[in-house]
């Protein structure tokens, strides 16, 4: 597997800013100013368990800055169509398959979708959607970041700095130079240090079910046609369709006695001090509801209460879990199954995928999520809430 070999070889290798400083990395192509990287020292802060700044000596410095090579200028169509894509055989389809999966977002009334195929290689995307918009991906965590691409109210390009900290990637951005953990959206090291991203939401799931959610959708495309920040072939035509276990990509990884294996995907939720994660086997395998003979059937639906925020959580098609709040209306709902693709509360059926209602007295209302981020690794979950609890696991 080529990806494989490149981690492997990658193993190897072993508050806010005021006023656009002009630097390198700025949306309007200014050069970086000589003054400009003049800078304060940067206060101590915490941000969960995370006293800042972290220094770099607490890094692994797995590759060069820009190794890995963000998308600048990402370029879509309605799909993949007939490009030239690098393939191992030329009787490989260029097309991205319906079980391709993807980070999807959507803004001011209009969705795209960007594969993990193509994130798993350059793993940031600097777009301009509804505003300047950040699409990361995580290879190791599995994790899915996307936020508002702006640094002291100022847009400004990012790319990836080489750096690894708790197995996540370190971003870098171009108006301050600060090092910015990915799954916390915050700077840890630079001028920055402290200021934190407005992250959005975002969904994990297949590019059949976000097109089948969003017919509209775009979809990003592969460089040659997005340009990233310098120019690399990659094999984007392979990606595997499940959230297989991979040893290979967890650079650093020790596997201290973990509860789950690093690997396994669950979909976290933090309210009140308290976080909770729900593995993907567990979830599938709950029951709430009941056929027709009366007996418990697995229906894919827990309901909970984290922090005092009553929670649903359920699988959905393409193959990923949702997170809800429970509360319509201002009361507390009951959820159950209703098929693979429904849920039922309140006299309405809601669609898993969207938690719109689809029927009954609250058609058109839309679910209030649970979750910060999309489903990921239990890796990239454990090692940013270490207090987390684990539904279903003792």
Not at 21 to 26: E, F
Not at 149 to 176: A, H, I, K, M, Q
């Amino acid at each position: 597997m080529e990806r494989r070999r490149y981690l492997e070889a990658l193993a190897i290798a072993g508050g806010a800013v005021a006023g656009c400083l002009g630097r390198a990395g700025r949306d309007d192509g200014s050069e970086r100013s000589a003054t400009a990287t003049a800078t304060r020292t940067p206060r101590p802060t915490r941000v969960g368990d995370v006293t800042l700044p972290v220094p770099t000596t607490d890094m692994l410095a797995a590759v060069h800055r820009d190794h890995i090579p963000a998308i600048t200028d990402p370029a879509f169509a309605a799909d993949w169509g007939d490009l030239s894509l690098p393939t191992e055989s030329a009787a490989e389809t260029t097309r991205l398959p319906d079980d391709a999966p993807v980070v999807g977002v959507e803004r001011g009334g209009e969705a795209r979708a960007y594969p993990l195929r193509i994130l798993d290689w350059h793993e940031v995307v600097n777009d301009t959607f509804d505003g300047p918009l950040l699409v990361t991906y995580c290879v190791q965590c599995g994790s899915a970041v996307v936020a508002e691409r702006t640094v002291g109210g100022c847009p400004t390009r990012f790319g990836v700095s080489g750096y690894l900290w708790r197995s996540d990637p370190v971003l870098y951005d171009g108006e301050t130079d600060s090092l910015w953990s990915q799954l916390l959206a915050t700077a840890i090291n630079g001028p920055a240090t402290g200021e934190r991203l407005r992250v959005l939401p975002s969904t994990l799931t297949t590019w059949k079910q976000w097109r089948t959610d969003h017919p509209t959708t775009s979809v990003l495309l592969p460089p040659p046609a997005s340009n990233t920040v310098r120019g690399r072939n990659a094999q984007y035509d392979y990606f595997s369709p499940k959230y297989d276990y991979d040893d290979a990509v967890l650079i650093g990884y020790t596997g201290d006695g973990d509860r789950l294996h690093p690997q396994e995907l669950v979909v976290g939720v933090e309210h009140g001090g308290v976080a909770r994660a729900y593995p993907a086997r567990v979830v599938a395998a709950a029951g709430t509801g009941r056929d027709p003979d009366g007996t418990d059937e697995a229906t894919g639906v827990v309901t909970d209460t984290v922090g005092g925020r009553p929670v649903v959580v359920a699988t959905a098609p393409g193959d990923t879990l949702v997170a809800y709040d429970r509360r319509i209306d201002g009361k507390v709902r009951e959820f159950v199954g209703d098929g693979d693709s429904h849920l039922r509360a309140g006299g309405s059926r809601w669609q898993r995928s969207t938690g719109v209602a689809v029927d009954g007295p609250f058609e058109g209302t839309t679910l209030r999520r649970a979750n910060d981020l999309p489903p990921l690794f239990w890796l990239g979950w454990s090692k940013f809430h270490p207090e987390t609890t684990v539904y279903g696991v003792e």
